[in-house]
């Protein structure tokens, strides 16, 4: 899985989220929409089917009336009187209404312009009759209702009805229609939007699947590549131990066979100075008898130093000084190869952990200093220190060699100050030691932790050693070292070693 | 004590040998020394073709023992001979150039009489085969003539 490809995905997902986000919005906006569209469409209908009943209850009203007001044109009946008088008043509210159902439409406004004042007329005559008939005059009530005039008139009112129900059917059909299809669109959204959400949720499950799917591919990859290094780093480090035993080895038997023929060019070096005080002695005994007698018996100057002249002085000479050379350089090498013998030996030395009270352990070596301390005019702070467990003794040398060495290499002139602190992160406790001293030259940092090797001024003796098994000690306690320094500064030296140190971590650090 | 002292020197460097000889002449010790170069020659000599070390009973020997053999350790010879129940009380002084303390311990554990570093200061390394003379000279052996 490389990071382009998560990348890709991710925004894939953002992008489906997106989508489903915005699908959804749709819907409900266009539900919402839709819904209250239908439910204006039904209410339209409501007031169709509303208007038709009110046109044949205006109609009923009328009929009612009529029927009543020949009933009491007939029988005089004060009963059929009421009830007309009950139909009369139902009828003008009746019409009133429907006036205000067919408002919004001007057809059905002009009809029923029409028709109002004709279902006047119609009660009006209906009521003349009536107060006719009241009134005793029957054979004029009966000639008014025989004239026929109120039938055409009742007639027209049946045919404007008749023409508003048409129109009233017509809307009805229409709004029906129109609420039907607001509905069906209603429906057909939410179906569609739902199965594109279902989609969308399909493809992003499927995402999600390959997505893990591919992740846990990865991780048994990377577990397996674990293992395998591991295995790899075991099989190192088992090489690598394997070929520091070998060099340790070979650096105590090279070290301790050089000694031997060392030994030899020593020996026969002062059998030489010796033989030779023998040949310059009879040189010096052999030129007097040739010039003259001897000024004192040979074997009285035994210890004495043969008195030569002119060239036979010059050869003693040559020759002690070549002795001397031979014997610098023996005793030289002899140094350089115990100090070699050392380091392996430290090499070898199995290593005790014990709980060490750090600041106790470096102020026992601050004690062991004190003198060169005072002579170099040099004081040594202690700040609080973590407490470690590790090997005291190789702790010991660590510190020890580089105290000397921060006491060895102050400024001329300027009053020492040696600075140890100490503080602990990671299950490491980390050590620095800081003086005000002449610094090493960053170019030199790497230099001065290898063998036989110096830097700066070489005024000071020294077999280039202490930090070289500084840095060896260090590393075997599983720990590491640094330096940060420059010229004319002074310089820290900055250890890092584990708090826990024991054979196991040794061995899973190495 | 009838019979001189015989010094058996056990040391497979002929510089170092000549050395230590030359030294102790110095020193004023003339008993006979007998150079071995190898571990395996001395080892014949000192225990014989059977093995026992039969026929140096009752002869005064006094071993010195290099422990860089080409062919042996001289720890090997150091302890057979301690073992040995004819050669036991012979006086082993060993001298090499390891100044291994392990080393050291191991050898007095094993019944070593003296060891010596040969060191490369031919002064000291003088003063200790010196210090060897005066050693023979506590246990009295005569002069050889």
Not at chain 1, 43 to 67: D, G, K, P
Not at chain 1, 234 to 248: K, P, S
Not at chain 2, 42 to 58: I, M, W
Not at chain 2, 99 to 126: H, M, W
């Amino acid at each position: 899985v490389t990071p382009d490809a998560t990348r890709r995905g991710a925004i894939g997902q953002i992008l489906l989220l997106a989508a489903g986000l915005v699908v959804l919005t749709v819907i409900s906006a266009g539900s919402v929409y839709l819904v209250n569209r239908a439910r204006e469409d039904a209410r339209w209908v409501v007031r169709t089917v509303e208007s038709e009943n009110q046109i044949s209850f205006t109609q009923l009203q009328l009929r009612r009336a009529e029927s009543a007001q020949r009933g009491f044109v007939l029988t005089l009946q004060p009963n059929f009187q009421t009830d007309f008088e009950e139909a009369a008043s139902q009828l003008a509210p009746a019409l009133t209404r429907l006036s205000e159902l067919t408002s919004d439409n001007p057809a059905q406004k002009r009809v029923l312009d029409q028709m109002i004042p004709l279902s006047h007329q119609r009660i009006e005559e209906f009521r003349k009759t009536i107060e006719l008939a009241r009134t005793q005059r029957l054979n004029d009530a009966a000639q008014i209702v025989r004239e026929d005039v109120g039938r055409a008139a009742m007639n027209h009112i049946y045919d404007l009805a008749g023409e508003m129900r048409a129109e009233e059917d017509r809307l009805f059909v229409l709004r029906t229609t129109n609420a039907d299809r607001s509905q069906t669109l209603a429906a057909s959204m939410t179906g569609i939007g739902s199965g594109f959400v279902v989609v969308l949720a399909g493809i992003s499950i499927f995402l999600v699947r390959r997505w893990s799917r591919a992740r846990d591919e990865a991780e048994a990859l990377l577990r397996d590549n674990n293992l395998n290094l591991e295995a790899t780093i075991d099989e190192r480090t088992a090489d690598l131990r394997e070929a520091n035993d070998e060099i340790q080895r070979f650096a105590y038997i090279v070290s301790h066979d050089l000694r031997s023929p060392l030994v030899n060019i020593m020996g026969f070096t002062s059998e030489l100075e010796e033989l030779r005080g023998d040949i310059f002695k009879r040189i010096a005994a052999l030129a007097r008898a040739e010039t003259s007698a001897p000024l004192v018996p040979d074997n009285a100057t035994d210890s004495a130093e043969p008195v030569l002249e002119g060239t036979d002085k010059q050869l003693s000479e040559d020759f002690t000084e070549a002795l001397g050379f031979i014997k610098s350089s023996i005793a030289k090498m002899d140094r350089l190869i115990t100090a070699i013998l050392n380091l392996t030996r430290e090499g070898r030395r199995e290593f005790q952990p014990v709980r060490i009270e750090t600041r106790e352990l470096i102020e026992g070596i601050v004690a062991t200093v004190a003198h060169q301390a005072a002579e170099a005019e040099a004081q040594i702070r202690i700040e609080p220190l973590p407490n470690i467990v590790s090997d005291r003794l190789a702790l010991e040398q660590i510190f020890s060699n580089l105290i000397d060495n921060a006491l060895k290499y102050l400024k001329r002139g300027v009053p020492g100050d040696i600075l140890i602190r100490g503080r602990t992160k990671l299950g490491f406790a980390i050590f620095d030691i800081t003086d005000n001293g002449r610094g090493i030259d960053p170019k030199d940092h790497q230099r001065i932790f290898d063998l036989f090797r110096r830097a700066g001024t070489q005024d000071k003796p020294g077999q280039g050693i202490g930090l070289a098994h500084v840095r060896a000690l260090v590393r075997r306690l599983g720990g590491t070292m640094s330096v940060a320094s420059e010229l004319h500064t002074g310089s820290t030296f900055t250890i890092t070693l584990p708090i826990n140190w024991s054979f196991s971590n040794r061995n899973k650090a190495s | 004590m009838s019979k001189p002292v015989t010094i058996i020197m056990i040391e497979d460097d002929e510089g170092h040998a000549r050395l230590i000889e030359r030294n102790i002449r110095r020193s004023g010790v003339n008993n006979e020394i007998m150079p071995f170069t190898n571990g395996t020659d001395a080892v014949n000599y000192l225990f014989g073709s059977d093995g026992t070390g039969l026929n140096h009973k009752g002869e005064a020997l006094l071993i010195l023992l290099d422990l860089n053999l080409p062919d042996m350790t001289g720890i090997d010879i150091l302890r057979r001979v301690k073992e040995n129940k004819y050669l036991k009380s012979t006086p082993v002084v060993v001298l090499t150039t390891t100044d291994d303390s392990q080393e050291i311990k191991r050898c007095y554990e094993l019944g070593c009489n003296v060891y010596i570093t040969k060191p490369v200061n031919y002064e000291s390394f003088a003063n200790a085969i010196r210090q060897l003379g005066l050693f023979f000279s506590v246990i009295q052996v005569p002069p050889a003539t």
